[in-house]
């Protein structure tokens, strides 16, 4: 059964960064499953490794991240100038008038990027959203993909990924939001992302850091 309560304490067992070989284990199984993964000592070097596999010039959509945000890649994609940046051309339209080309110009960039919420050791990856704008692009209409993903966020199996969505993601997600828009979130939509079979088209980069939710 799913939890929804927003309001729950989140649990501190998902606050701690996995071990090395859990790290290894987890980067090989998704190496299997056709997720291509980078392993980053520390967030400078995470940092990095993101701006290596995204030319200048490049049109990127970031997926809402507290780990990207922490990281500085959030600013200097959107205000750089350096890149094609989507989200902030899409704020800045109508939504009311312009509801076609917000949802066409955010359904298959050339680049997708944000976190990951829970990846399990077998090599599978969970994404909850309240909306789902991003899950779409993570799925398929993206060119390519970059997930940055701190250690904390590796899971023993897809029930265990679950339960941290639900008891520990939403609820600081809910507070949040409540933080900066005063609105609720929720674990309404899910994605499981079991292999990917467009060779080069996803890459992960595990942080050895306790980064984001």
């Known amino acids: 059964m799913l939890i929804t309560n927003t309001t729950l304490t989140p649990k501190k067992e998902f606050t701690k960064p996995a071990s090395e070989e859990q ?20 967030s400078e070097e995470a940092r990095r490794l993101f701006f290596e596999l995204v030319p200048e010039g490049s049109e990127i959509f970031l997926g809402a991240s507290v780990t ?26 109508d939504r009311a ?51 940055v993903v701190g250690a904390q966020k590796l899971v023993k199996d897809l029930n265990e990924g679950l339960r941290r969505i639900q008891e520990y993601v939403v609820p600081l997600e809910e507070e949040h939001m409540q933080q900066l828009y005063n609105a609720h979130t929720g674990m309404n939509k899910v994605l499981i992302f079991n292999r990917e079979i467009r060779p080069n088209r996803v890459t992960m980069i595990i942080v050895k850091e306790a980064l984001g939710f």
């Open 97 to 147: 008038t312009q509801g076609r080309e917000i949802r066409k110009l955010g359904s298959a960039p050339d680049f997708a990027a944000g976190s990951v919420h829970a990846v399990t050791e077998d090599g599978h990856v969970l994404i909850a959203s309240n909306t789902g704008s991003q899950l779409g692009p993570y799925a398929s209409g993206a060119g390519k993909v970059i997930w």
């Open 23 to 42: 790290i290894q284990r987890t980067a090989k199984a998704l190496e299997a499953n056709g997720i291509h993964t980078l392993i980053a000592q520390n």
């Open 68 to 93: 990207l945000e922490k990281l500085g890649i959030k600013d200097e994609i959107d205000k750089s100038g350096k890149y094609d940046a989507l989200r902030p051309k899409m704020f800045a339209m």
